[in-house]
């Protein structure tokens, strides 16, 4: 997911309380998303982060839903929640935005809000100071069950939770000033832990700094003119920010502020594509392959575009390939990885509302015809193994767990309808074969329009998923040998890609 200035909140908020004030492991293979955890500063595995870990493979080792999928609950949070996690007490607790007027364009500060397990209705909220609107998307649960984000004011915050006598409450635990850093009109749009102890951070024009276990705050500048809007990848060695010209990998060494190793630009296009936020490239970068993180994954914003390979310590090419065949040629979504093998749903066409997007699009619209491909990296190449014609309009989640592609979607585009509007699925697709295993209906649009926002599946199974208008929890049905997934099928899934 990635978002410049309005991107992934704005695109979570435009429509999304717009529509919503208006009505509301792995089983055979040794592959691992990620290297190790890091050893301070994150909460539970798969459930801390908007794209799953460090890495951003968007992947879990949770099951999730899958064959004879229910919604078990909703609710109307008042907002739409860009990003969900679960902590260790088994909370979930959401970053949430709601949005106020079209005419002009104006959003409620974000809030975090905590929501009951069982019935999925919200328990407690906090607002935070209204700010950059990426500040209210991008975020984490620390190891204390802590939702790490910024604010409004410069600051980075951990808002933790706690039952009183009262209730519920939801409150602003810890505060480190960052304005020092941030220049004015500027605001953080990613934020994420490393394996020293320290947060990294990013803002929407460039400055990319770490707060140290001491709170000692250290940045640097991205050359002038390169904007970010996704999201950071990390690894035990550094980290990977892309930006609307170029993907750069950094490190930071002891008390050091954050340096260039690499930097590789990329093809831009000619404009902002339709399905997409801003003029560049939609994809947080994505660790993957040798040891975890050896390569590392984007799509351009060429016409068409590609699919890039570099290698993670020095930027070399390990393969490079047309991104879509037959899918709308554009992303929004980063690559879904396991082992050697990358999903890429294409989002072309798209409409977010008009507020979240930067600038004119070319063409100005085009039909939202989704499509997903699975790419494995093998035999010194890129190799394409499936596409389908899933539309798919979330962040979804693959498992590695059961071998299955979780999100929500819309079913087949329907020539007269408008192309945002009719049922919303629950759909499970094979990651091996790109074949849809289950289709749910779990709502209409626009009521629920999805808006591409991110899902998150516990250990239990249950997704939860937020819409424009509510917040859902999908559940697995009843386990029987249909749902279980197949060693034989999954024991060489996420290594060569076979």
Known sequence: MRVRRGTAIARAMAVTIVTATACTALMASPARAQPDSPTIGLGPADTSLMHGDLASTDSTGNRGPGVGARLAASSVPGGACAATFVGRDGMPVSLCTQFLATSPPSFAAPTVTLFEPRTAQPLASTQLTKGGLLGGVYGYLDDQDRVVVADGSGSVLRVAHRRTARGWQVYVDDRVDVRSHIPAGDAITGLAPDFDGRVWFATTHGVVGTIGPDRRVTSTRLPAGEDLGNGLSVRRSGASIITTHALYEMRADAGQAPRVVWRRPYDRGPARKPGQLTWGSGTTPTYFGPGGDGWVAIVDNAEPPNLIVLQSDTGS?????????????????????????????????????????????????????????????????????????????TLPKLSRADGLIHAIGYGPLVPGRPQQLGPIDYVATDFATGRRVETLKVGDAPVDEPLELTGTISADG?????????????????????????????????????
């Open 317 to 393: 090419t390990v393969c490079r390939m047309r991104a879509f065949d037959r899918s709308g040629p554009g992303t929004e979504n980063s690559p879904m990885a396991w082992g050697n093998s990358l999903v890429i749903p294409s989002t072309y066409g798209y409409q977010y509302p008009p507020m979240a997007v930067d600038g004119r699009s070319v063409p100005a619209d085009a039909p939202f015809v989704g499509g997903a491909t699975r790419i494995d990296v093998r035999d010194g190449g890129c190799h394409r193994v499936w596409e389908n014609g899933d539309r798919i309009a």
């Open 462 to 498: 249950t997704m939860w998923q937020a819409t424009v208008g509510r917040m859902l929890k999908i559940v697995p049905g009843p386990r029987t040998l249909a749902n279980r997934p197949d060693p034989v099928r999954l024991a060489g899934v996420g290594q060569s890609g076979t």
